[in-house]
């Protein structure tokens, strides 16, 4: 009997390969073509079809047996890509410019064609004109969600209004673990390496910026995930969505990646080789212990320090507060005051302060704010930056504002608000 789903993903395509079913070993379906015709029949591959993963002893890499649905449905509206990938999809011609390129970058045409990246012509914002582009294609089950466009002068964009999502999302369901990098580039690097299940942001990394939307739509994807790998860049922007990232999914399941004189796995599979990477993979370090610290977790820090001293930390935009106060993550902050002093409102201009700059989203568990909808019209105001009368109401800009302090803001509401209740609930927002 087949199974119908595996971690609660249904099972699209039970043997995407074609394999002999049931059978425990048999050919690869990424290699045996390749090989002498006296080995093409050779039974190098075993497979666990319960699992829904196989695994070659000839090639090192592991591969899926069967395809999935999308599992978990997005509660918004998005636009839906019209390209038709089959007929942007680089053939592999070893003559076609784009795979000379890709080459260049240690990627061959077999990893090109195993994910689906095309090439075709695509209006370009930065260029205002039309250009030559690589499509990287984004799928969820069998539906393409997403593309991104990169031109040849290294501009990029994604397809407008579209969902975003990690990009190689599939790749991941069936292993009790998974990379995720800040590029398609290094995707296709740690590919090449024989490591397929890796994923990588949809958008790379910001400092300002934390909104980890595309996570959001994907989080049923990590529920069985005993161990994350993050293979992020090494500049500041790199390490802070690591940061995040350990934050929004744990750090009791992620392990930290590095490669040392490079800045990612895509730079690190051209200096050293594909066996070099996936060591660095496998060498993946746990994210140090809570309330234990060694030197070495904090000698970059040290070192920043010893150059440039004290650092500014976050900031609300309000020029004279921030003169003499700034925060850094992971703080416990008190306010005080003599009663009806306004400390609640000014908490709250900080909450829209730290949205502002830094896209925070926010979670308030106040119950002297009661009822919920006089607090959300307080922060309504205050991202309005003026007072919306009832001729605003369903305009552009009470569209705007009610939508961006729906996305934003969380309230907390209990009828008995205890500790334990209130971080629990933080935690799930957390996730989420």
Same mark, same amino acid.
């Given at each position: 009997?087949?199974?119908?789903?595996?971690?609660?993903?249904?099972?699209?395509?039970?043997?995407?390969?074609?394999?002999?079913?049931?059978?425990?070993?048999?050919?690869?379906?990424?290699?045996?073509?390749?090989?002498?015709?006296?080995?093409?029949?050779?039974?190098?591959?075993?497979?666990?079809?319960?699992?829904?993963?196989?695994?070659?002893?000839?090639?090192?890499?592991?591969?899926?047996?069967?395809?999935?649905?999308?599992?978990?449905?997005?509660?918004?509206?998005?636009?839906?890509?019209?390209?038709?990938?089959?007929?942007?999809?680089?053939?592999?011609?070893?003559?076609?410019?784009?795979?000379?390129?890709?080459?260049?970058?240690?990627?061959?045409?077999?990893?090109?064609?195993?994910?689906?990246?095309?090439?075709?012509?695509?209006?370009?914002?930065?260029?205002?004109?039309?250009?030559?582009?690589?499509?990287?294609?984004?799928?969820?089950?069998?539906?393409?969600?997403?593309?991104?466009?990169?031109?040849?002068?290294?501009?990029?964009?994604?397809?407008?209004?579209?969902?975003?999502?990690?990009?190689?999302?599939?790749?991941?369901?069936?292993?009790?673990?998974?990379?995720?990098?800040?590029?398609?580039?290094?995707?296709?690097?740690?590919?090449? *390496?024989?490591?397929?299940?890796?994923?990588?942001?949809?958008?790379?990394?910001?400092?300002?910026?934390?909104?980890?939307?595309?996570?959001?739509?994907?989080?049923?994807?990590?529920?069985?995930?005993?161990?994350?790998?993050?293979?992020?860049?090494?500049?500041?922007?790199?390490?802070?969505?690591?940061?995040?990232?350990?934050?929004?999914?744990?750090?009791?399941?992620?392990?930290?990646?590095?490669?040392?004189?490079?800045?990612?796995?895509?730079?690190?599979?051209?200096?050293?080789?594909?066996?070099?990477?996936?060591?660095?993979?496998?060498?993946?370090?746990?994210?140090?212990?809570?309330?234990?610290?060694?030197?070495?977790?904090?000698?970059?820090?040290?070192?920043?320090?010893?150059?440039?001293?004290?650092?500014?930390?976050?900031?609300?935009?309000?020029?004279?507060?921030?003169?003499?106060?700034?925060?850094?993550?992971?703080?416990?902050?008190?306010?005080?005051?003599?009663?009806?002093?306004?400390?609640?409102?000014?908490?709250?201009?900080?909450?829209?302060?730290?949205?502002?700059?830094?896209?925070?989203?926010?979670?308030?568990?106040?119950?002297?704010? *009661?009822?919920?909808?006089?607090?959300?019209?307080?922060?309504?105001?205050?991202?309005?930056?003026?007072?919306?009368?009832?001729?605003?109401?369903?305009?552009?800009?009470?569209?705007?504002?009610?939508?961006?302090?729906?996305?934003?803001?969380?309230?907390?509401?209990?009828?008995?608000?205890?500790?334990?209740?209130?971080?629990?609930?933080?935690?799930?927002?957390?996730?989420?």
């Amino acid at each position: 009997m087949q199974t119908t789903e595996i971690n609660g993903f249904l099972i699209d395509n039970f043997n995407q390969y074609n394999l002999e079913t049931g059978k425990k070993q048999g050919i690869c379906p990424l290699c045996s073509h390749t090989r002498k015709p006296k080995n093409q029949k050779a039974k190098c591959a075993s497979y666990d079809w319960e699992r829904g993963l196989g695994t070659c002893h000839n090639c090192n890499t592991s591969f899926q047996l069967h395809t999935y649905q999308r599992k978990g449905a997005s509660e918004k509206e998005y636009v839906r890509p019209v390209d038709k990938v089959e007929d942007y999809n680089i053939t592999g011609d070893p003559e076609q410019k784009v795979v000379k390129w890709f080459k260049t970058r240690g990627i061959s045409a077999q990893t090109l064609i195993d994910l689906q990246v095309g090439e075709g012509p695509e209006y370009m914002p930065q260029t205002g004109k039309t250009e030559n582009t690589i499509k990287f294609n984004y799928f969820m089950g069998d539906q393409l969600i997403n593309v991104k466009y990169r031109d040849g002068r290294k501009n990029f964009k994604l397809y407008k209004g579209a969902e975003k999502v990690f990009y190689n999302i599939n790749s991941i369901v069936g292993y009790e673990y998974c990379i995720i990098t800040e590029g398609e580039m290094d995707v296709l690097a740690l590919h090449e *390496a024989g490591i397929p299940n890796a994923i990588s942001v949809p958008n790379g990394a910001t400092l300002n910026s934390n909104n980890l939307d595309y996570l959001d739509n994907c989080i049923d994807y990590f529920e069985d995930k005993e161990k994350v790998i993050l293979a992020v860049d090494s500049d500041e922007a790199g390490q802070a969505l690591q940061a995040e990232l350990v934050r929004r999914l744990g750090a009791e399941v992620c392990y930290l990646a590095s490669f040392d004189d490079c800045k990612d796995a895509n730079e690190y599979l051209i200096k050293y080789g594909k066996e070099k990477l996936s060591e660095r993979i496998t060498q993946a370090r746990p994210v140090p212990l809570e309330n234990v610290t060694t030197f070495k977790d904090i000698e970059d820090e040290v070192t920043d320090f010893v150059r440039n001293g004290f650092k500014k930390g976050y900031q609300v935009g309000l020029e004279n507060f921030d003169n003499i106060f700034s925060t850094y993550t992971g703080q416990f902050i008190t306010v005080t005051g003599i009663p009806s002093s306004g400390k609640s409102d000014f908490v709250d201009q900080m909450v829209v302060g730290y949205n502002r700059n830094y896209g925070w989203k926010t979670a308030f568990a106040s119950p002297e704010n *009661a009822p919920t909808y006089l607090h959300a019209h307080k922060l309504m105001r205050k991202t309005w930056e003026g007072m919306p009368t009832s001729e605003d109401i369903h305009g552009d800009k009470w569209n705007n504002v009610s939508s961006h302090v729906n996305d934003n803001y969380f309230f907390i509401d209990m009828e008995r608000y205890t500790l334990e209740s209130v971080l629990r609930k933080g935690a799930e927002l957390v996730k989420r």
